[in-house]
């Protein structure tokens, strides 16, 4: 099996998000419905 590692760790970064940001995004997921009729996919914000 091949190794797929990484070499160069140095260029790696952790990314963080601000508290803001994540109950935005919570939010509008929550709040997000994805209805389909005859194979049409509507999206719609419950807001």
């Known amino acids: 099996m091949e190794k797929i590692y ?3 760790k140095d260029k790696c970064t ?3 998000a601000k508290p ?6 919570l939010a ?3 709040s997000l419905r ?7 996919k509507f ?3 419950l807001n």
Do not use: H
């Not at 803001?20 to 995004?25: I, N, P, W």
């Not at 994805?34 to 049409?40: D, M, W």
């Open 6 to 8: 990484i070499k160069k």
């Open 43 to 45: 999206e719609s914000n």
């Open 14 to 16: 952790l990314v963080t």
């Open 28 to 30: 509008f997921s929550k």
């Open 34 to 40: 994805i209805t389909e009729a005859k194979g049409i």
């Open 20 to 25: 803001e940001t994540v109950e935005f995004l």
